[in-house]
């Protein structure tokens, strides 16, 4: 059983960074890709960044290109997001997915297992 653990979350002023980690356990994590997606109050969960299982191709949703930055470590069985430039619509709770077969990595419909979420608001 896979089990995907998300930490770091937490209040940040506009402007400033936040770096979000997510552990998985239970499963062959370094064959597999991983995404962030995110949900904010009111709003459907949207897609924010991917990573596939080798760490060498990475892809962003258009309102956080450039401002954030997906990256994994398979030795410790963790993917990371960090966050710059943070603004107060990036505000929400932060979920980290993982996909076990090679489908579009911008829907979340084809990840097969999601974590807990972790809150992250930006406010002054």
């Known amino acids: 059983q896979v089990e995907l653990v998300e930490s770091g979350g937490g209040l940040v002023q506009p402007g400033l960074s936040l770096t979000i980690s997510c552990v998985a356990s239970g499963g062959a994590f370094h064959m597999s890709h991983m995404g962030w997606f995110r949900q904010a109050p009111g709003k459907e969960r949207e897609f924010v960044a991917a990573?596939?299982?080798?760490?060498?191709?990475?892809d962003y949703a258009n309102s956080v290109k450039g401002r954030f930055t997906i990256s994994r470590d398979n030795s410790k069985n963790t993917v990371y997001l960090q966050m710059n430039s943070l603004k107060p619509e990036d505000t929400g709770v932060y979920y980290c997915?993982?996909?076990?077969?090679?489908?579009?990595?911008?829907?979340?419909?084809?990840?097969?297992?999601w974590g807990q979420g972790t809150q992250v608001t930006v406010s002054p």
């Open positions: 990573i596939t299982w080798s760490g060498v191709l990475t």
């Open positions: 997915a993982q996909a076990r077969g090679s489908k579009s990595l911008y829907n979340g419909r084809n990840y097969d297992y």
